[in-house]
């Protein structure tokens, strides 16, 4: 496959017209890779977001940058992943259109799935189409259908592409050691444009040596958080997975907030009501609560270090606010990642690179005022965070290339509701909103969320809402994967309780399935509405 040419491919699909970027220096990647300039992408100009100038680079959506330090060819692959993923599910309305108007007759239920796999590459439901001679087919049953077997058919892309970087992964994971970090457990809001965080945005590989979930408002679970250190801890005292209890390395606790640039009073984070300070003192006060709670039950050396990233979902450009010497972070220290990028656009690789070391040094050491600290990070924290900022230099080119700098979708645009313990698999923007929870009542406020957000989204125009129940089981232990579906199963029949009346008249369908633990097991449905 040439991934650099499927870069370009959707780089002209995603512009009306296109204005061809200047022949300059090429984009060149850390590893010394690059990739030709390709084509702008000019935003919808009935949107907010083409009333503001791009804070990164100026002469978006007309022509892009070119950054020294983005990765090009990554660029390229994610690109093709996009293509496909968000390519099955937006073919699933115009292929239901045209089965809807077939006739009624004997050859329907072949014509239809001659229809269907041409257009979507699976079949439907036998039963659904051999019944609509009656009163025509069930056309939100077969939409559910639709885009429960779009996810699994992305999920496998995902794990096809996971498998291909296995080198990337280890490298990942003994970048993070060479920081001092045995763990890293990070906690994005549920948002469905946080939904690429760790893939796209951060360009972080899926690892078993990081965890993500999500939360509406990154109103991570103290409790269950402080439970998974524990684990982490018992398992390197116990084996010295991935070091040993004496190493000195630490655990890091992320938190990420977002915010829209184009629209913040508006398109912000809805668990506080687009208020951007609201979401970033909620999320510091739960880092600190985190750290605290280790801190007393187990004494000052238990070492943890916390990080706060906040992301522009218009441009996925992000801020990180560095932590001083005695790792505490602050509201107003942090690194705005758009005016880096347009900061470093002109210098060399090399120079790059300093000019980004010592912008995470400076924050600490200016004078006392806002935000000041009290020392400088420690040197694993800050490579970290150069790092993280390196990595998003290549996102912000990529919504440059692809979208003209700001998303056309700057609000909410999510394929499925996505509960339970989550596809980590499937890491794409507005691919689905993610509500993390055992039992309906402890996540009831995250679920109401999802719920509202999709009767604008589906419900409203006569579509279905998708829910996705989803759980991990440990095959190593007898008895879980029964005890996973039968918790799916439990879910499913709440969610149908409190939801009763979209259920009755055909706007809510569950699916149910179950994964083994180790990322990239099959998916096993064991249940479906449809």
Not at 26 to 52: N, Y
Not at 277 to 287: D, F, H
Not at 370 to 382: D, I, L, N, V, Y
Request: negative net charge; charged residues 25%.
């Amino acid at each position: 496959m040439n991934t650099r040419n499927a870069y370009k491919i959707r780089a002209r699909k995603a512009a009306a017209s296109r204005a061809s970027a200047p022949t300059g220096r090429h984009a060149t990647a850390p590893v010394g890779l690059g990739i030709s300039p390709s084509a702008a992408a000019t935003p919808d100009t009935d949107t907010p977001a083409a009333l503001f100038p791009h804070p990164a680079c100026s002469t978006l959506p007309s022509q892009s940058c070119r950054h020294p330090l983005t990765d090009g060819n990554a660029n390229a692959r994610l690109a093709h992943c996009e293509e496909f993923v968000k390519g099955k599910f937006d073919a699933i309305e115009p292929t239901l259109k045209t089965i809807a108007g077939l006739p009624y007759t004997n050859e329907f239920a072949e014509r239809a799935q001659q229809v269907a796999r041409q257009a979507l590459e699976f079949d439907l439901p036998e039963q659904l189409l051999n019944d609509a001679w009656v009163v025509g087919p069930d056309m939100k049953a077969l939409y559910a259908h639709c885009a429960f077997a779009a996810l699994k058919a992305s999920a496998a892309k995902f794990v096809d592409d996971l498998n291909r970087q296995v080198e990337t992964v280890q490298d990942t994971r003994n970048f993070f050691l060479d920081c001092g970090f045995h763990a890293v457990d990070i906690s994005p809001c549920a948002d469905g444009r946080l939904k690429g965080l760790t893939r796209y945005i951060l360009r972080l590989p899926l690892s078993s040596f990081t965890r993500r979930k999500a939360y509406a408002g990154a109103l991570f679970d103290v409790e269950t958080d402080v439970h998974h250190w524990e684990e982490t801890e018992l398992r390197r005292f116990r084996e010295g997975v991935p070091t040993t209890a004496d190493a000195g390395t630490r655990y890091l606790k992320i938190a990420v907030y977002h915010t829209s640039s184009s629209a913040p009073s508006e398109q912000g984070c809805a668990a506080h009501g687009s208020n951007e300070n609201k979401a970033i003192q909620a999320a510091m006060e739960r880092l600190t609560q985190f750290r605290e709670a280790i801190e007393n039950a187990f004494c000052c050396g238990a070492s943890t270090d916390i990080l706060l990233i906040g992301v522009d979902t218009d441009t996925d450009a992000i801020k990180v606010h560095v932590p001083d010497g005695n790792g505490d972070i602050s509201q107003h220290r942090f690194i705005d990642n758009a005016e880096l990028y347009k900061e470093t656009l002109a210098l060399s690789e090399d120079q790059a690179r300093i000019k980004i070391y010592d912008t995470i040094i400076s924050p600490n050491v200016k004078s006392p005022g806002w935000g000041s600290g009290q020392g400088e990070p420690h040197e694993g924290m800050r490579r970290l965070i150069a790092n993280l900022l390196i990595n998003n230099m290549s996102q912000i080119e990529y919504v440059g290339d692809l979208y003209g700098g700001r998303y056309p979708d700057i609000g909410h645009a999510e394929r499925y509701i996505s509960v339970g313990d989550g596809f980590e698999e499937v890491q794409m923007r507005n691919v689905a909103y993610y509500a993390h929870l055992h039992t309906l009542e402890e996540g009831v406020a995250d679920m109401d969320v999802g719920i509202k957000i999709f009767t604008g989204l589906n419900a409203k125009r006569g579509l279905p809402i998708p829910v996705a129940i989803h759980y991990r089981y440990d095959a190593r232990v007898p008895g879980s994967r029964e005890r996973s579906i039968a918790k799916a199963e439990r879910v499913r029949d709440a969610i149908n309780a409190r939801y009763d009346d979209l259920v009755a008249k055909g706007l809510l369908h569950c699916h149910l399935s179950v994964q083994d633990r180790p990322t990239g097991s099959p998916i096993e449905t064991v249940g479906e509405d449809a």
